[in-house]
Each structure stands twice: as structure tokens, then as C-alpha cells.
């Protein structure tokens, strides 16, 4: 299973808006081509005749990793696929992943809409249901972290209701608002060191 979430940030009167405009992902199975550029010649099919072309890619730190008999990490094919369908994608992962119950408090507080420095996440329903369906499924463990079980419990068929679209949520706004949350005091600011 090999997702993403597509993400569109608009600047508001009272603060930040986050909308989660699509979800695509491609199963095991579902075709002969490598999963990843599967996936981004979905994406590109559906949003080849936007005006915009510019991308900003999240996510986590295995994406910087070589896949097998090749020298490219999983970031660098989603790249070199992306500019060769004329696409300008950034590379936005960098360092270690988040403390899991760092990455917990801040979701949270951000789901929460109590404080207008954080921005407001909204997801249109019609393209999102999965993500949102996967977000409300990943529990947290007694020790902060993701109960991922459901990515080898689920049949291939239910993929999509597992945590892996879950983590494109988290990894897309945590790394993308871990600076305002550390200056909002809702968090001891030795984790953002």
C-alpha cells in the first residue's frame, strides 16, 4: 500500500487554513508498474492540467531510504517522476521523526482549534473519506505511539481504512507547524531542540 494525502494552504483573515483535498494510493496488486510511480502517475492524471505546478513533498525519514537495486532513496523516484511529468517538487523531510507524544500533543491541539497561532484542518469529503476514516482508526498505545496493527490486519481489499493514510496526515502537519506549536508554550521546548 503506497498513499498520499494532497494539501492546500490558505491564508486566513484569523489564521491558517489546512484542506486535504484528495487521497490516492495504490494497493498490492493493483498494478505491474513500481508502486511509487503507480501512484504519481495517478496524481498526475487527475492533477496534470493544473496552472500551478509547484510541490512541496512531507513525510517521514524512511523515505530517504534506497530501495533495493537502486541507488535512489524512495524520495528521489517520487522527484525524478515528478519532474518528468513537469511537475517542481521540494524536498521537505529532513532529520529524525517527532516524539510520538510530542507529535500527539500538538495534533491534538491543533484538531482542537483553541489557539489561532495553529492553523484550522478541514478535508473535503468527497475525496478524503478514507483519510479521515484512517485518522479516527489510529489508536495510541500506552507508550505514545501509533498502533499500526491494522496495516497487516487489514485484507488488501480494506487497505485503506489502516494507519497508513493517517501518517501522511501526521507527518504533513507536524513537520510543517512543529516551529509555531514550540512558540505557542504548549510544549516543553527541550523537544524541538
Not at 40 to 64: E, V
Not at 164 to 191: C, E, H, R
Request: proline share 4%; charged share 30%; hydrophobic share 30%.
Amino acid at each position: 500500500f503506497t498513499s498520499l494525502s494532497l494539501w492546500q494552504t490558505t491564508p486566513g483573515r484569523d489564521r491558517i487554513r489546512e484542506t486535504c483535498l484528495d487521497q490516492l494510493f495504490v494497493k498490492d496488486g493493483e498494478t505491474d508498474q513500481n508502486k511509487i510511480d503507480a501512484l504519481i502517475d495517478k496524481f498526475n492524471t487527475k492533477y496534470s492540467t493544473h496552472q500551478k505546478k509547484k510541490l512541496f513533498i512531507f513525510g517521514d525519514r524512511n523515505g530517504n531510504n534506497r530501495t533495493a537495486n537502486s541507488d535512489k532513496t524512495f524520495y528521489d523516484q517520487i522527484q525524478d517522476r515528478l519532474k518528468k511529468l513537469g511537475w517542481d517538487p521540494e524536498l521537505k523531510v529532513k532529520g529524525l521523526d517527532p516524539d510520538h507524544r510530542l507529535k500527539y500533543i500538538m495534533i491534538s491541539a491543533i484538531l482542537k482549534e483553541g489557539d489561532p497561532r495553529l492553523p484550522e484542518v478541514r478535508f473535503i469529503s468527497e475525496n478524503t473519506a478514507a483519510i479521515v476514516l484512517s485518522i479516527e482508526n489510529a489508536p495510541i498505545t500506552p507508550n505514545w505511539k501509533k498502533d499500526n496493527s491494522s496495516e497487516t490486519r487489514l485484507s488488501t481489499a480494506e487497505r485503506e481504512k489502516a494507519t497508513d493514510l493517517s501518517d501522511t496526515f501526521d507527518n504533513y502537519i507536524f513537520k510543517k507547524y512543529q516551529s509555531v506549536f514550540a512558540g505557542t508554550g504548549s510544549a516543553p521546548m527541550a523537544w524541538f531542540q
